[in-house]
């Protein structure tokens, strides 16, 4: 008998369903059951352990599938949205954002016809993106494209240098009475902040960047509705409440998730069935228990990576070794999470830094790892986890409250 207390498949698939239709980490931990435990509820670590599973697959399953794909009509836009803390907090507080941290951008580009997203990033909004974004599109996509997007000047100039003139693109523009500004991050001076008030929308006329697209097909409205359906199904990305994310790699998992959801699993209204179906890059509609069992396969695959991997690391000398032994402390300690992929440096002195000297990683014989100085620490930490890298704010000084800590006794989990 397995000593693992993992939920069954039913109670998976709940919690994977619920997640999809706007329920929240702990929602799911209110209102779902588990298989043990006083309360008879699933733990958070139990449902971000089913995430970071279900991400991970999602991801790997999108990258080989989603390849040669019959596309040829397309549109592409980005939206919003922040990990752990607000660009107009970072503006108003005039500090820039931790690594890993701060507002983020999703490119999405969706095939109008059925309804299938063909390609996704997530990264800043700028011509580097940009040019990843519309570089993936193209490996997806081997037919010629009548492409639309909004007149975002990145676009163009990725377009221009994947493409060149192989290309049926259109560009439209949004007039908008007052445009609706986004802080990004502190950029040393002060902007005006203007009264808010309804904005009216107006479309200018399209204009044609390359080849000759079909005028009664350029719009982004079908990219526009994907965005709308995306913020009601995924909570984290609801306007003005606490459900946003705290870390990127979560914002990526679940983003990777609900792009499976919406491509394999989900039944249209319009076409009946759902949009792999339609596009013809599969043959039949998943089920939330399909995937379960992907899951479990690629389970038992990461346990033989994880197992070989601390057998290499057992002989290699590539093995993080402690600088100096517990009894003598060096100035700074990093304290890394293997499951969350999270690290964070303290002072060895700091009261917030837990002992645990019993747990074991395939790292070393500990989750701490000392340090002589700070940046030695920091490089340290982004070695780790580059994505995820916080300081203590109580021994480092930190100016603000990065962290999604309840404070003492509380739990520091992050979604």
């Given amino acids: 008998m397995s000593m693992v207390n993992r939920l069954n498949h039913d109670k998976q698939v709940a919690l994977l369903q619920d997640m999809m239709e706007r329920m929240s980490i702990r929602g799911l931990h209110r209102t779902k059951k588990g298989n043990t435990g006083p309360s008879g509820r699933p733990s958070r670590t139990t449902i971000l352990k089913l995430l970071a599973e279900a991400g991970d697959t999602a991801i790997e399953f999108l990258g080989e599938r989603m390849r040669d794909l019959p596309s040829t009509l397309v549109e592409a836009d980005e939206l919003h949205a922040y990990v752990a803390i607000r660009g107009r907090t970072l503006f108003l507080r005039k500090m ?7 507002v983020f951008w999703i490119w999405v580009a969706i095939d109008v016809t059925s309804k299938l997203v063909v390609a996704w990033h997530i990264g800043g909004r700028g011509n580097s993106d940009a040019k990843v974004f519309i570089d993936d599109l193209k490996a997806r996509c081997p037919n010629r494209l009548q492409l639309t997007t909004d007149s975002h000047h ?25 445009q609706q500004e986004v802080i990004e991050e502190y950029l040393g001076v002060d902007q005006p902040r203007p009264k808010r008030r309804r904005s009216k929308r107006e479309m200018a006329p399209p204009e044609i960047r390359s080849g000759s697209p079909d005028p009664s097909l350029i719009t982004t409205n079908h990219i526009e509705s994907f965005f709308q359906k995306f913020r009601q199904n995924l909570g984290r990305f609801a306007r003005k409440t606490t459900l946003f994310s705290k870390t990127l790699i ?41 995937f379960i069992e992907l899951i479990d396969g690629n389970r038992k695959k990461w346990a033989l990576e994880r197992e070989a991997a601390k057998q290499q690391d057992a002989t290699s000398e590539s093995v993080i070794i402690l600088p100096a032994p517990r ?13 969350q992929k999270y690290a964070k440096i303290h002072r060895s002195d700091c009261k917030h830094l837990r002992d645990t000297p019993e747990r074991g990683s395939k790292r070393g014989a500990s989750h701490k790892f000392q340090c002589e100085t700070i940046e030695a620490a920091r490089n340290l930490a982004y070695n780790l986890v580059p994505d995820e890298v916080a300081e203590c704010k109580v021994c480092l000084g930190s100016p603000s409250r990065l962290d999604t800590g309840r404070g003492k006794g509380g739990n520091n989990l992050k979604h």
């Fill in 96 to 102: 820039r954002a931790p690594p890993g941290q701060g």
């Fill in 154 to 178: 990145p676009y163009i100039e990725a377009v221009e240098k994947a493409w060149g003139g192989e290309i049926d693109y259109a560009t439209v523009k949004k007039q908008d009475d007052q």
């Fill in 250 to 290: 979560n914002l990526k998992r679940a983003v990777a998730l609900y792009v499976f959801y919406h491509n394999f699993i989900r039944v249209h209204m319009s076409l009946a069935t759902t949009p792999a179906v339609a596009a013809g890059i599969d043959d039949s509609e998943w089920t939330w228990e399909m």
């Fill in 327 to 339: 009894s003598q402390d060096m100035p700074f300690t990093v304290m890394f999470s293997f499951l």
